[in-house]
């Protein structure tokens, strides 16, 4: 799967699937796959095409919406990355939609989603997002990129800084805090995430300097989570032997969770203080409470 990613980093052929289909699958690198030439997969190009088009029609209309009522927002992860870094906005395929609202109007985001027919299914106290459903659109409405306690980062700041976005009217985050963003969801997940992931990042970096990046998590206080990310991209993208903070390669190879002593070494070791990992602890014990 490394060596997959690697192919696709250098937008090298792939004519043959080089892990099972359902590997592949997982590390939402199917599309991407079949765009460099492996025709086995086509038909996760076709299927992910029409779900950018499902995704892209509603998102544009609740944008639109949202604008209506006075609430900026700002698309993140996915799909502005589907949108703004890669050439067919299909090769980036996602589960969900995310949103960053402008901070101080999220009570009136949440009205104008009731009103056009979503349904909150989650939103877990000290959480950074809620999620809305409606038919076979998924929005998290995000009022921060980390739940709270976990990082100083300087919301009004980071929607000062949003430019014009894509579809008409919605803003997007600067270079250097998408990729701050982007590595901290990384680093919150134990970098056990789909390796679609490491393209992502990847290809952020083609706009956005490491260096400020450290900087500006160094200012928000997660300097340590951001640099582990960073690395674990760049050894994977340079086929080097990834730095111990790595998820081990069978939790890398199938993107889940590692054992509880391991994910106690990644959180005590990124922590930005004792404040952040209680936070950590804290937040992870409401999300179990309320998933049951």
């Given amino acids: 799967m490394f060596a997959l990613v690697r192919d696709l980093l250098a937008h090298r052929e792939v004519a043959e699937i080089p892990a099972s289909r359902w590997l592949i699958q997982r590390h939402n690198l199917g599309p991407l796959t079949a765009l460099a030439g492996a025709t086995q997969l086509r038909d996760e190009l076709a299927a992910s095409t029409t779900r950018w088009i499902v995704q892209s029609r509603a998102v544009t209309t609740l944008i639109a919406q949202l604008g209506e009522a006075g609430v900026g927002v700002a698309p993140i992860k996915g799909f502005a990355y589907a949108a703004g870094i890669y050439e067919t906005p299909a090769a980036r395929p996602m589960t969900d939609v995310d949103l960053f609202v402008e901070p101080g109007r999220e009570l009136v985001a949440r009205r104008v989603l ?89 290809r952020l970096l083609e706009h956005a300097s490491a260096e400020r990046a450290l900087a500006r998590a160094r200012e928000w206080h997660i300097h340590s989570a951001i640099a582990a990310a960073l690395t674990y991209c760049r050894a994977i993208a340079d086929g080097r ?12 190879l199938f993107a889940y969770q590692p054992q509880l002593a391991r994910k106690l070494l990644f959180d005590i070791a990124t922590a930005g203080s004792a404040s952040q990992l209680g936070a950590r602890m804290l937040g992870a014990g409401l999300q179990r409470i309320a998933t049951r």
């Fill in 114 to 202: 009731e009103r056009v027919g979503f349904t909150m299914r989650s939103d877990v106290p000290l959480h950074h997002a809620s999620m809305w459903e409606r038919g076979e659109v998924t929005v998290d409405l995000h009022r921060n990129i980390l739940p709270v306690g976990r990082s100083r980062i300087a919301i009004d700041e980071v929607w000062a800084r949003t430019r014009v976005g894509w579809p008409t009217g919605a803003r997007r985050l600067e270079p250097v805090d998408e990729l701050v963003f982007h590595l901290a969801h990384m680093a919150r997940n134990r970098l056990c995430g789909p390796l679609v992931q490491v393209v992502d990042a990847v």
């Fill in 241 to 252: 032997r990834a730095s111990w903070l790595a998820p081990p390669d069978d939790a890398a």
